[in-house]
């Protein structure tokens, strides 16, 4: 099964070879937790979760690390304004990430590894940054020499003399050059901070990555991906430090998904369309918000208005009709009749055409395209006299693999009473008491799963439906 990659470093389509046959390391830039996550946010999480899941349906073996950003200017400003201690507000937003993103249908990564759990392979990296000539220490601060990676522009496709044009150096910076960047700042009075052999302070944002990549995947990785917002200047730097380290190349792959407008306008706060996931899925089945994402390709833009929501929304309905149609006829039908063989034939073609459309870029959209004409098959044979019971479990099979591919539960489950959920909340409550976290998080995940919104307060764990 070969899978065509548009490499944003080549900025052509190419045919993906891993590095190690079967196996694939994966790295997704994840957000600064200092807030809920936004609608932007939330695109590639849905994007590159569903990139994974693909890989895993072709067979390969998976590593997907996506980290945190839990020290970072915002988050002490947003600690110091709501009067919190710098961790307690992660930890906060962490979890409501993990909230978001699961009722999104997205799996964990396999590690979500954090900042401030590696200070001190960050301090040691940089080390070695400077005895290589590629950093210097300035005044406490310590900064990456630009100049000196000779490939620095290669993935924005910037030449340096470019990029020098609007550099400048802010004030209280000593830099060499305006286009030298931050490896490590000096602490500023009332911020966290750890020490090291520059002084006290904390690491710059661009760092991070470079070094948590290499913790968690090795010198060189198969995937790295994020937002289009990402590739100048966090992914530019990252490949500038890493490969000054490594002396190898550090990513091959590079993927970048487009922006999101609201209303065919961009989004932001100054404009009042700021939209958080935690609200929006108050509003919208969090499930129509992930098949809305992907029915576009992931490079493209999207634009988030009322009526393409709808339209997702009547979209997936018309699917999931057609699957639970499907059901009722498998309940019913006797293995009477012999046509199968054609049936099973075009069953096995929409299929291909599905796979066809992911191996292309993993476009989703064309791949969702699939999953209608499955549907519409579908509905053709149920309406049949005499339906034969391998046919509607060959539909039920395809459905089931291709939805899960995208990540879309089309058999909906019915809806728990007050009850019941009561029960799993205090069954959850006595399961964070006794620390057992693992199932603390397992009944969470189940509830959300059903929509059901879970809150920790003061006074107790509310609830509702989202």
Avoid at 345 to 350: D, G, H, K, M, S
Avoid at 372 to 400: G, P
Avoid at 405 to 426: F, N, P, R, S
Avoid at 428 to 457: G, H, M, P, W, Y
Wanted: hydrophobic letters at 40%; charged letters at 25%; a negative charge.
């Amino acid at each position: 099964m070969s899978i065509q990659i548009f490499n944003s470093l080549t900025r052509q389509k190419e045919t993906f070879v891993p590095l190690e046959e079967g196996k694939v390391k994966m790295y997704v830039c994840g957000p600064t937790v200092y807030n809920y996550i936004h609608i932007g946010n939330s695109r590639p999480v849905i994007v590159y979760d569903t990139v994974r899941r693909y890989l895993q349906y072709a067979g390969y073996e998976v590593k997907f690390v996506s980290n945190f950003t839990d020290v970072d200017d915002k988050i002490i400003k947003a600690a110091n304004e709501l009067g919190e201690e710098v961790f307690e507000l992660t930890e906060r937003f962490i979890d409501a990430y993990f909230d978001d993103i699961t009722a999104l249908g997205c799996h964990k990564a396999d590690a979500h590894p954090r900042v401030t759990e590696h200070m001190d392979h960050i301090i040691e990296f940089i080390k070695v940054l400077i005895d290589k000539g590629y950093a210097y220490e300035s005044a406490g601060d310590v900064y990456y020499r630009t100049r000196k990676f000779n490939g620095y522009g290669k993935l924005s496709h910037q030449s340096i003399d470019d990029l020098k044009v609007g550099a400048r150096i802010e004030a209280g910076e000593k830099k060499e050059d305006p286009l030298d960047f931050a490896l490590w700042k000096a602490a500023k009075p009332n911020e966290i901070f750890w020490a090291s052999p520059w002084g006290d302070g904390r690491p710059g944002w661009h760092i991070e990555c470079s070094v948590m990549a290499r913790e968690h995947l090795g010198d060189t990785i198969d995937i790295h991906a994020g937002g289009q917002d990402l590739t100048f200047p966090h992914h530019e730097n990252e490949i500038a430090q890493s490969e000054a380290h490594n002396d190898k190349t550090f990513a091959r792959y590079w993927m970048h998904n487009g922006y999101i407008n609201i209303d065919n306008e961009k989004m932001s706060k100054s404009l009042g369309n700021f939209v958080l996931v935690h609200d929006i899925r108050q509003q919208i089945d969090p499930q129509v918000l992930r098949f809305f994402m992907l029915s576009v390709h992931y490079r493209q833009p999207i634009n988030f208005a009322q009526d393409l929501v709808e339209a997702a929304r009547t979209g997936l309905e018309r699917i999931r009709t057609a699957y639970s149609n499907v059901e009722h006829r498998l309940a019913t039908s006797a293995d009477l009749v012999d046509n199968a063989d054609e049936w099973l034939t075009q069953i096995a073609a929409i299929q291909q055409q599905f796979e066809e459309a992911m191996n292309d870029d993993f476009n989703t959209a064309n791949a969702i395209t699939a999953l209608f004409e499955l549907a519409r098959l579908a509905n053709i044979y149920t309406t049949e006299s005499n339906t034969e019971q391998k046919v509607l479990q060959a539909f039920l099979t395809t459905f089931d693999a291709l939805s899960a591919v995208l990540g879309i539960v089309l058999k909906v489950e019915e809806e728990l009473l007050d009850e019941e959920i009561e029960a799993l909340i205090e069954e959850r409550n006595a399961a964070r008491k006794n620390r057992d976290f693992a199932r603390s998080d397992e009944i969470r995940d189940q509830l959300l799963s059903l929509n059901i919104v879970l809150e920790d307060t003061r006074q107790g764990t509310r609830w509702k439906r989202g």
